[in-house]
């Protein structure tokens, strides 16, 4: 397989939010999207987290069903001037294939997308700006970043644009997971203070369980 590019760390550089909100919570047997946590639902968390981490737009991908219901149920913050809506029309995918319908909606000049599951509503707003503080920073060869919380490897990964077409067209048997593995040499791992990077929130007893921490 030929290499991607390298990063061009363009200046300024203009990271976007990615929120997969399409799936259809199996295993919760609700929409973990209308899920609330301190007032707010799982979906104006994520998308407010990245917000507030530096991210200068969010796409969000939802399903078919949640488009025909207004998408926010409500919700104050959602849509917004930074935000856009677009649908997975199809219940049955694979996040990779929600991931994709993003990427596509991006902009022209997004440099690199922040992308977090809408089961994972606790990460910290000082977690993603650590990580755009850290693609900054980085040797141009980086391509992903990912933050790790005493030794565990969480959300949101970012992902450099020049991963955008191995992401979109390859074949990826393990979904984005592939390309985080493949490209391993090109991954830098930030440590973050932050034990909801690997708190994905898939069944009504993690839910207790988020519900239960202070």
Known sequence: MTPPARNPLPAPMPVHGIVLAAGRS???????????????????????????????????????????????????SLPGDDVLVTVNPDPASQPIDSLRIGLAALPVDCAAAA???????????????RLLRALREADPGTLILRPVHRGQPGHPTLFTRALFPELATGDLPHGAETVVERHADARLDVAVDDPGVAANVNTPADYRSLQARP
Do not use: H, W, Y
């Open 26 to 76: 199996s295993r919760m047997g609700a929409p973990k999207a209308d899920l609330e946590l301190d007032g707010r639902t799982f979906l104006e968390r994520c998308i407010d987290l990245l917000r507030q981490g530096g991210c200068r737009a969010v796409v969000v991908v939802v399903s078919d069903e949640r488009a025909g219901a207004g998408v926010t149920g409500g919700a104050p």
């Open 115 to 129: 992308v977090l599951p809408v089961d994972a509503p606790n990460v910290q707003p000082a977690t993603v700006a």
